[in-house]
């Protein structure tokens, strides 16, 4: 499964419903369909099939509604449980695998949008930075925890004409040795 899961988090598409249904719990395509209203409806039905098929997603409900029935999905394992065996390995090479496919999928996104021929910077309010920091590791454990507290206030945001879908990527690294 770890191969599909990498596979998920690659792709920009999988990637952006997985996350919304990590952060839901459970949901269903009408709700996807209505959060990305940019992903047309065979792209995201199709999605959801190979993930259902992959192992990563499963159906926890069915509904009946208006002659069809409705299926609410959620995530077929915790994410979280990936990460502890990393963790628990200690491996580099494993977490190394990990950081590229997070890269890769980050990076693939960021093309996509840069070989828009709409693409507006300035307008789109993109952008990237480093910020080298002297941190103890409480300093950087309340950093982390309050900046994860304004996304996690801004995830549920619901779509409005007047909101971009935007991805917001965080990576915490020690820097390169600085000579003194």
């Not at 009408?30 to 990563?56: F, S, V």
């Not at 990936?82 to 390995?89: A, D, G, I, R, Y």
Request: net charge negative; aromatic share 8%; with cysteine.
């Amino acid at each position: 499964m770890t191969n599909q899961l990498m596979d998920c988090i690659t792709n920009p598409v999988k990637c952006k419903l997985l996350l919304e249904i990590y952060s839901q719990g459970k949901t269903t395509a009408k709700h996807l369909a209505d959060t990305y209203y940019d992903i047309p409806q065979a792209t995201l039905y199709r999605h959801l099939k190979k993930m259902l098929n992959d192992g990563i997603l499963q159906v926890v409900e069915e509904t009946q509604v208006r002659g069809t029935v409705e299926k609410s999905y959620a995530l077929a394992s915790d994410l979280s449980e990936h990460m502890e065996t990393v963790l628990e390995e200690n491996s580099g090479e494993l977490y190394m695998q990990y950081f590229m496919q997070y890269i890769i999928g980050f990076a693939k996104q960021f093309q996509a949008y840069c070989q828009s021929p709409n693409i507006k910077i300035k307008e789109d309010m993109t952008g990237f930075s480093l910020a080298p920091l002297y941190l103890s590791d409480d300093e950087l454990t309340s950093l982390v925890t309050r900046i994860s507290q304004v996304i996690d206030a801004a995830k549920h945001n619901a779509p409005a004409p007047e909101r971009k879908l935007r991805t917001i990527g965080m990576i915490v690294s020690p820097a390169e040795k600085m000579e003194p």
